[in-house]
């Protein structure tokens, strides 16, 4: 039975993976690659993806169509919390004052924090007011593209 449900979190895992890819996310799976990816010119939207059934039914949706709009971020990136712990941990250093929050939205220019959209925001709300948050936050920080 365990191998059974190691087997099933590593299917559950790989497509919650995917679909971040899929949306046009980069995956960040280092401390480096995350030091690298959040200190770009620009802005940067980070989506710290997760297992939890808010981030596939919310989080992931949301980050997929929110990036549908003229202004949007430069850069789209993802880290995996419970997954890819030295990556989630890097990138959570940069989030200032925020405690650590699976799923969430950092919004990041110059390599500073600007906003962050945290757990409580997206647990129990629907996709569509979670991407009305995000987009309401490139309409603030983002160029038009």
């Known amino acids: 039975m365990n191998m059974d449900f190691n087997l099933f979190m590593n299917d559950v895992v790989s497509q919650a993976r995917e679909e ?12 480096e690659e995350v030091d690298n990816a959040l200190n770009q010119k620009g ?24 990036i549908h709009t003229d202004k949007r971020p430069d850069h789209l990136v993802t880290v995996f919390a419970g997954q890819d712990k030295e990556a989630t941990a890097k990138a959570r250093s940069y989030f200032t ?37 995000l987009q309401d936050s490139f309409d603030k920080y983002c160029e038009e593209i």
């Open 20 to 31: 971040a890819v899929n949306a046009g996310y980069q995956e960040l799976k280092t401390a």
């Open 43 to 66: 802005t940067t939207l980070v989506l710290v993806n997760s297992v939890c059934g808010c981030a596939g039914g919310i989080a992931r949706p949301a980050a997929a169509h929110a």
């Open 97 to 133: 004052g925020f405690p650590p929050s699976s799923p969430s939205f950092a919004l990041l220019k110059d390599g500073k924090l600007v906003t962050m959209v945290e757990r409580h925001e997206i647990e129990g709300h629907d996709p569509m007011s979670v991407v009305n948050k």
